[in-house]
Structures are given as C-alpha cells and as structure tokens.
C-alpha cells in the first residue's frame, strides 16, 4: 500500500500491543491511530529506514484498520499504550541524559546544595551546579563544525526502567523520594557501521529522587537509578530548535494542586542539540551498532523546587507543544521497610 504523504515534523508514531500481547506500531491520526503493516517497533522501522537509505514516512505501510485513540490512551481498550520508543532488547537501550541546560532547574539545585542559603531560601554562594551551569552557557553553544563545552552527563539505566504512560513510576523501598522531571528526551538507534541516528524526540517524566539528591550533590548519581516514563508519541525526525512550550502538572484526588508552565528547547537551553549529541556520541561504547538510546535534555521547573512533597496515587502530568497528547503517569511507593541485600561469595 502507499505510503501516506505527511511531513516528518508532524508525523508522530505510537507503540501498541494488542490483545494477544503482539507489538504493533500506529500513525497518529486524531481522533484515531493508523496501524501499520509489519515493523512491530519504531526501532525496526528506523533501521529498515537506514538499511534501504529511506525517511522512516517512505517505508511505512499504513493498514486500513484503526483504533479508537481515546480509547486506547484512556485505558478502556484491550489495546495498551507502550513507551513510545523501544523494540530492542532491553540491555541494548541505554537510558542517559544531561542536565543543568536550563536556568530555573539550576536555580533549584543551587538552592539545595548552597549549605549558607538564607532563610528566605536565597542562594548566597555559586555552587558546583551553577558552575556548570556557566560553562554552558560559555561555550555549550559552539559555532557550527566546532566542538563545544562538555555539559554534565548521568546515567539512568537500560530499557527495563521505561514506563508507558499510564503505567506508575515506582519509589522502591529504598528510595527517599519520587519527584516530577518534565523533559524532552532524543531517541537514537547505532547502525551497522556505528553511525547514530536520530530517530525523533519524546516527552518524558524523568523522575528521580530529590530528597536523596538534596543531601548532598554528589548523591545525584544515585538519585537518578530510577524508572522514567516517555511518550505517549515520538514525533520524528524532530530537533529542539526555537522555543518549545509546555505545562506540568501534579493531580491528587482528581484536583491540580500544583501547575507550572515549561519553556525548554535551543532557545531555552545553554547547550546546543548538537553539543549534547557530540559529547554523549563520542564515546566509542555509546557506539555499537544496534544499540539504542534515549537521552534526556534537562528540566525546567519540577514541584520540588515548591516543596511539594508527593504521596502515593499523585499523578504527574507532562504535555509540550507539538508532542502529542500529555503524559500521565501516576506515582507508586513501595511502603516495605527496606531490607539489607547480601551477596553471596562463590
């Protein structure tokens, strides 16, 4: 069947799995979602776009059945939505990201980390995190064929910590805290000849644990070992130029109790797209072919920032511009008193 003619900055893809558990990828098509023949990811139809030397829009086959998009997103349907990229065993997809690219998350973590901070909460010395800050905007933006300023990179952990929206984002047992990280993410698969590729861009709840991370900055690798949720949509072939809008939210019992707006891409970030791709693909290890990843690009406002605390049965709300419908994911904690794991010698 022909391909439907449809720009790449407006064509944006689900992942569904249907009643029998089978993987389908679907075009959105409001009110409805467009099933697709065969490629039962956006991974495999990325890389049969790369194989064939195509757009991802040149080797879909859109099928006449539909579904029923509200349907499926409000979880009446025997059809589940699924995190909106994926289709690679989970130890190949590495979930990453940077942060410190926009000026109120810094804010936040200048306030947290500043142990002279005045009562009113006002900062009073430059932190290690607004030092990195100003790095980028020094030189987080370089001229075109330059390399830039290296932003500060984490690491969240492989594909088995991805959550559909719909699908709660946990604090385990362990943990401190589970707090709202309204983001964009990159979607990215490695060819055969170990060239990334930029599939699309996703939004995403990045969620980490502020409480922990509060205690001390160095606490921040640990704080982010946490499940994260993206989609419900890929938009792609999507970059972060010019400003992107948005709003976050946090519902309890059915009523907002905290709202935020977003303002994030190029025009909001200290680092260019470019510069955090560079500095995340250089390493030869982010490389190998067949692997995918999805890169998170830094929040602008999250409810820590407020003091909100959140309990479990919140739900956390992200919708930017252009990206499809919000995603909402509700928070989970695990109340078990954690216990001591111990390793066995062999």
């Known amino acids: 069947m022909a391909t439907r003619k449809k720009s790449e900055s407006s064509l944006r893809l689900v992942q569904v799995r249907d009643p029998q558990k089978n993987v389908h990828v679907a075009v959105v098509e409001e009110p409805n979602l467009r099933l697709l023949d065969s490629h039962g990811s956006v991974y495999a139809l990325a890389m049969d776009a790369i194989e064939k030397g195509k757009r991802i829009a040149d080797v879909m086959e859109p099928l006449e059945e539909t579904l029923v998009y509200d349907q499926v997103y409000g979880g009446a349907s025997d059809w589940k939505l699924l995190p909106a990229f994926g289709g690679v065993s989970d130890e190949r997809c590495y979930v990453t990201g940077t942060g410190l690219t926009h000026k109120a998350s810094v804010e936040t973590r200048q306030s947290m980390h500043d142990p002279s901070k005045a009562a009113n909460g006002a900062a009073t010395i430059e932190t290690d995190s607004m030092k990195m800050y100003r790095i980028g905007l020094e030189g987080g933006r370089p001229a075109r064929g330059k390399i830039g300023a290296s932003p500060e990179w984490f690491y969240k952990g492989v594909g088995s910590i991805l959550r559909a929206h719909g699908e709660p984002l946990d604090v385990p047992s362990h943990g401190e805290d589970g707090g709202d990280e309204a983001e964009l993410a990159g979607c990215y698969v490695i060819s055969k000849d170990g060239q990334p590729y930029r599939v699309g861009i996703v939004q995403g709840n990045e969620f980490s644990d502020h409480v922990m991370e509060s205690r001390n900055y160095l606490y921040l690798a640990q704080s ?123």
Do not use: Y
């Open 224 to 346: 982010k070992l946490r499940a994260c949720a993206i989609g419900p949509e890929i938009v792609i072939g999507a970059g972060l130029n010019g400003p992107i809008h948005g709003h976050a939210m946090i519902e309890r019992g059915g009523k907002t109790i905290w709202a935020a707006p977003l303002a994030s891409g190029e025009e909001h970030m200290c680092h260019s797209l470019g510069n955090m791709e560079h500095h995340h693909f250089k390493h030869a290890e982010h490389r190998r072919p067949g692997d995918a990843h999805i890169h998170f690009f830094g929040a602008d406002r999250f409810s820590f920032k407020d003091q909100l605390h959140l309990v479990d049965g919140d739900v956390m709300v992200v919708r930017f511009d252009g990206f499809g419908r919000a995603l909402r994911n509700p928070l989970k904690v695990d109340s078990a008193t954690a216990e001591l794991l111990k390793v066995k010698t062999l």
